[in-house]
């Protein structure tokens, strides 16, 4: 392949430029100031720890319980056991014992 085509096919990755010469180094730096105040709203400071979904619900905290391991089971078992038996009855619809 041509050097142009790889340039070409690799432009999308290169992310844009997001300040120029001018405003990282020339004189004061205005340009900067809705950056700025933007990082100084953030919050400073480590961030709690959150785990949300089904194990932050049933599994870490107060309420912490095994029950829907138990149901997961219980359900796993009451569907085997439906198509076990539809297929026996399927297996008796033309072959008596």
Known sequence: MHA???????SGIVP???ASKNLVSGGSGEGLGP?????SKLPK?????RVG???GRYFNGDNA????????IVGLF????????????????????
Do not use: C, E
């Open 16 to 18: 844009p430029k997001i």
């Open 78 to 97: 009451g569907i085997g056991y439906t198509i076990d038996y539809n297929m026996h009855l399927k297996h008796h619809k033309n072959h008596a014992h």
């Open 65 to 72: 319980s095994g029950a829907p391991l138990a149901w997961l």
């Open 4 to 10: 142009s085509l790889i340039r070409r096919q690799l």
């Open 35 to 39: 950056l700025v105040n933007f990082y």
């Open 53 to 55: 979904g089904i194990k």
């Open 45 to 49: 400071g480590n961030a709690s720890p």
